[in-house]
């Protein structure tokens, strides 16, 4: 056996992979069986009451409990401390590749390779030689190459960006997406073979569309809440200075339902929207604050004021979220409609409300 191993892991996993079926039925859970996580997640960080980033490895108590406990994994930082790269939760990527329904023989590519985890399973459902893993930071590349070489996985896993796919290897029969996006790239589309099933994280949800036709797809969220790293890109950071210089306007929508009932149909509306919060020293919420990529950013205070400055009026659109969505809106009632030309997302019957994505790269 080529990595550590007390016998512990493998009973570690095989619990794991037996919690995850919960008794159901799923071509998915002898992968999760047979695959070591802790092979792909040799070291992960975890964060302490004070906000600092500890590492975590094998020889540390608990190290295996974690690994193959149903949690993300946080497993690369920048040179600022914020998280880069992860280990996504188990339960999530059980539910994903069964929207995926990936069978022996499929053509898959994989978006996002970070630990080489995911590519794994995909290989041990339907074979190395039909699985294509590309990520666009080298050394996480290099890593995954070494973790599944350890397990005796060879997929291809290649350096680049995910928006442009790999051609060499295209047609493909399933497309997934492990990593944030805002919009289903327009080369996936055009690398998919007919009929072909994608599923990507959009926003704070997961859509699963099928290729009708060359550039047409159509497809629904699952029902599941999901929050990926974003694919990376530049923006500009909040503008609370600013902001708090804007005269007040009142609303009625209280701070909390961004952080709530309106956290999914925002990341739709609002393509790349980041938000934080304030608190009391009671652990009250008192604010929050929302921006964008191009510099708009709103607050909006507990006592109904709001201050908002930048291109776009953000807390004017999230007031219009609360209109349309009266409660907790159900992820499986949104749809995704796309032509070559177009990306929209819309919920409950013909005439609801729609929301047209990114143009698509």
């Known amino acids: 056996m080529t990595w550590p191993d007390n016998g512990a892991s493998a009973a570690a996993r095989h619990r794991m992979a037996a919690d995850l079926a919960g008794g159901h039925r799923s071509e998915w859970i002898d992968a999760f069986s047979a695959t070591p996580r802790h092979v ?30 149903d949690e993300a994994l946080t497993t690369q930082l920048d040179d600022q401390g ?6 996504s939760q ?33 290989a041990h459902r339907v074979g190395a030689s039909e699985v294509t893993s590309i990520d666009i930071d080298y050394e996480l590349v290099k890593d995954a190459v070494r973790h599944l070489d350890a397990v005796g996985l060879r997929p291809t896993v290649v350096v680049g960006d995910g928006a442009q796919g790999w051609p060499s290897r295209a047609p493909y029969d399933r497309i997934i997406a492990t990593v944030g996006l805002h919009t289903i790239p327009r080369k996936l589309l055009q690398q998919a ?18 290729v009708t036709g060359r550039g047409h797809a159509v497809g629904r969220f699952l029902a599941i809440p999901a929050f990926f790293m974003a694919r990376r890109s530049s923006g500009a950071p909040p503008q ?17 339902d961004l952080l709530g009932r309106l956290k999914f149909p925002a990341s739709i509306a609002l393509p790349g929207y980041n938000s934080c919060s304030w608190k009391d020293d009671k652990g009250n919420l008192e604010a929050v604050g929302v921006w964008t990529p191009d510099g708009s950013t709103a607050t909006a205070h507990a006592s109904g004021a709001v201050r908002q400055c930048g291109p776009q009026r953000l807390w004017d659109r999230i007031e219009h979220l609360a209109k349309v969505f009266e409660g907790d809106p159900s992820r499986e009632e949104f749809r995704v409609t796309i032509t070559p030309t177009q990306q929209t997302v819309s919920y409950g019957d013909a005439d609801g409300a729609s929301w047209d994505l990114p143009t698509p790269p």
């Open 40 to 69: 792909f997640v040799p070291r992960f960080y975890r964060q302490n009451a004070e906000g600092a980033w500890r590492p975590v490895t094998w020889e540390e108590p608990g190290y295996l409990d974690a690994v193959y406990s």
């Open 82 to 87: 914020v998280p880069t790269s992860s280990s």
């Open 193 to 210: 073979a007919p009929g072909a099933v994608i599923v990507v994280p959009l926003g704070y949800g997961i859509a699963r569309v099928t």
């Open 240 to 256: 609370f200075d600013e902001a708090a210089q804007q005269p007040p306007t009142d609303s009625s929508v209280p701070p909390a």
């Open 90 to 122: 188990p339960s999530v990527m059980l539910r994903m590749l069964d929207a995926l329904g990936a069978e022996d023989g499929h053509r898959v590519l994989e978006l996002g390779t970070g630990t080489g985890y995911n590519a794994a399973l995909l």
